[in-house]
């Protein structure tokens, strides 16, 4: 029997378990399999043997996360101030982190600069020169390291195919020049990077690969003595049932040739590959009603500011019911609506799924990354709770808003 992805990738919490933790968290919850999140993290390094694997935190930045991950030896890569925080106190030390600074405001290099005052073994990516000098002006000559725009980039969409985005790092032929001149003013300067995009695919590794070359030409014309090449993440996972999971084995192999005549270490940061297939979402039937030829809606709890990718990307979640008695009911094609009154707050669209019925349980599959890590309070609607699974015991490891913490930032 071929059994539902969504239950193969949260191994044994099956439709009973996920149905009991919605009866006993309330919906819409999120639930993290951190076991798997270390069983990811294990593959990544079993493809990467002798690379330092720093977790992109922005795919999911939760505590409990981040702990376990900083427990297991990774490292974390950051994007803002707050989420280099948000590391340390989970446990990840200076030298683990890594900040890549993406048009930074000012608050965020004032603070990572005090931050790294006291821990000189943080990296500090800039991807413009005016960052270098930015970060000079704040007296900051420590570790660093530049993005380069490979100029080509791949990924699930158009809008996180980052490489091909022109704002993202230094152009490849300005590079060199740049790590020399920062060398000359005084900054430990360290490696190169480069980010292709979000979500690639078996068949994005040649686009992968031109980028991972880009950066060893880079490496070999510089003068500079670099520690690292950092060839970014993005490493996909399957979000529908017929997609193969991505051979990360091919893609290490290929980057550790690109970069095998160089003396360089190689450092990955994947975010999605570590978290997406350790979450799930669950949800409650609201309203049911008939959709004409498209079949039923099934108006459930979460919606587009809970589980944000399907209204920003037209991104595709696997969803399934988990009642008892489905296999007694007639399988319809089913559009998952949210509760916000926009058109885009669709969750997944004509599915085939069991006639749905007032308050049935629905759990949306690969949602731990960039789930609770999007999620918003848009409409006034608190953000939901995160359950995490670890050692067959589950705790609230976030809990539910309140409309009180929506409004408590407020002044008359
Ligand atoms: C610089 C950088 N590194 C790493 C990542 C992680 O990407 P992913 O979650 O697709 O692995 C991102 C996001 O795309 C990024 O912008
Ligand atoms: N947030 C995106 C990925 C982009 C990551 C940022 N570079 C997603 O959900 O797929």
């Given at each position: 029997?071929?059994?539902?992805?969504?239950?193969?990738?949260?191994?044994?919490?099956?439709?009973?378990?996920?149905?009991?933790?919605a009866?006993?968290?309330?919906?819409?919850?999120?639930?993290?399999?951190?076991?798997?999140?270390?069983?990811?993290?294990?593959?990544?390094?079993?493809?990467?043997?002798?690379?330092?694997?720093?977790?992109?935190?922005?795919?999911?930045?939760?505590?409990?996360?981040?702990?376990?991950?900083?427990?297991?030896?990774?490292?974390?890569e950051?994007?803002?101030?707050?989420?280099v925080?948000?590391?340390?106190?989970?446990?990840?030390?200076?030298?683990?982190?890594?900040?890549?600074?993406?048009?930074?405001?000012?608050?965020?290099?004032?603070?990572?600069?005090?931050?790294?005052?006291?821990?000189?073994?943080?990296?500090?990516?800039?991807?413009a020169?005016?960052?270098?000098?930015?970060?000079?002006?704040?007296?900051?000559?420590?570790?660093?390291?530049?993005?380069?725009?490979?100029?080509?980039?791949?990924?699930?969409g158009?809008?996180?195919?980052?490489?091909?985005?022109?704002?993202?790092?230094?152009?490849?032929?300005?590079?060199?020049?740049?790590l020399?001149d920062?060398?000359?003013?005084?900054?430990?300067?360290?490696?190169?990077?480069?980010h292709t995009?979000?979500?690639?695919?078996?068949?994005?590794?040649?686009?992968?690969?031109?980028?991972?070359e880009?950066?060893a030409?880079?490496?070999?014309?510089?003068?500079?003595?670099?520690?690292?090449?950092?060839?970014?993440?993005?490493?996909?996972?399957?979000?529908?049932?017929?997609?193969?999971p991505?051979?990360?084995?091919?893609?290490?192999e290929a980057?550790?040739?690109?970069?095998?005549?160089?003396?360089?270490?190689?450092?990955?940061?994947?975010?999605r590959?570590?978290?997406?297939?350790?979450?799930v979402?669950?949800?409650?039937?609201?309203?049911?009603?008939?959709?004409?030829?498209?079949?039923?809606?099934?108006?459930?709890?979460?919606g587009?500011?809970?589980?944000?990718?399907?209204?920003?990307?037209?991104?595709?979640h696997?969803?399934?019911?988990?009642?008892?008695?489905?296999?007694?009911?007639?399988?319809t094609?089913?559009?998952?609506?949210?509760?916000?009154?926009?058109?885009?707050?669709?969750?997944?669209?004509?599915?085939r799924?069991?006639?749905?019925?007032?308050?049935?349980?629905?759990?949306?599959?690969?949602?731990?990354?960039?789930?609770?890590?999007?999620?918003?309070q848009?409409?006034?609607?608190?953000?939901?709770?995160?359950?995490?699974?670890?050692?067959?015991?589950?705790?609230?490891?976030?809990?539910?808003?309140?409309?009180?913490?929506?409004?408590?930032?407020?002044?008359?």
């Amino acid at each position: 029997m071929t059994r539902d992805p969504a239950v193969r990738r949260l191994d044994d919490w099956g439709a009973p378990e996920l149905r009991d933790l919605a009866n006993e968290y309330g919906t819409p919850l999120y639930v993290l399999d951190l076991d798997r999140v270390a069983r990811n993290f294990e593959r990544v390094q079993a493809a990467f043997p002798n690379a330092a694997v720093h977790y992109a935190a922005k795919a999911n930045a939760g505590r409990a996360v981040l702990s376990r991950l900083a427990t297991e030896g990774a490292g974390v890569e950051c994007a803002s101030a707050g989420e280099v925080e948000r590391a340390l106190e989970a446990g990840f030390a200076g030298e683990d982190v890594l900040y890549t600074a993406v048009n930074p405001p000012a608050a965020d290099l004032d603070t990572v600069v005090a931050l790294a005052r006291d821990r000189p073994e943080l990296t500090i990516t800039a991807g413009a020169r005016d960052t270098v000098d930015r970060l000079a002006e704040r007296g900051y000559d420590g570790r660093l390291c530049l993005r380069v725009h490979p100029g080509t980039g791949a990924g699930h969409g158009e809008s996180v195919a980052t490489g091909g985005d022109a704002s993202f790092g230094v152009p490849a032929a300005d590079v060199p020049a740049l790590l020399e001149d920062a060398s000359d003013r005084g900054f430990d300067v360290v490696g190169v990077h480069a980010h292709t995009g979000s979500g690639l695919s078996n068949e994005d590794r040649e686009s992968h690969l031109a980028v991972v070359e880009t950066l060893a030409s880079v490496a070999e014309r510089t003068t500079v003595d670099l520690e690292f090449v950092d060839v970014g993440g993005g490493f996909g996972v399957p979000y529908r049932p017929e997609e193969p999971p991505l051979d990360l084995d091919p893609i290490a192999e290929a980057t550790r040739e690109a970069l095998a005549h160089l003396d360089v270490d190689l450092v990955v940061e994947p975010g999605r590959y570590l978290v997406a297939d350790a979450g799930v979402l669950l949800t409650t039937v609201n309203t049911v009603k008939p959709a004409g030829e498209q079949g039923t809606f099934a108006g459930v709890d979460a919606g587009m500011t809970t589980l944000l990718r399907p209204a920003l990307y037209d991104a595709f979640h696997h969803v399934r019911s988990l009642e008892p008695d489905t296999a007694d009911r007639e399988e319809t094609a089913v559009t998952v609506v949210g509760p916000v009154c926009e058109s885009t707050d669709v969750l997944a669209e004509g599915r085939r799924l069991p006639e749905p019925d007032r308050g049935d349980r629905l759990a949306i599959g690969n949602a731990g990354a960039y789930g609770i890590e999007m999620a918003n309070q848009y409409t006034s609607r608190p953000r939901p709770a995160v359950v995490a699974l670890e050692h067959g015991e589950d705790r609230i490891v976030r809990r539910r808003e309140t409309t009180e913490d929506i409004t408590a930032m407020e002044e008359p």
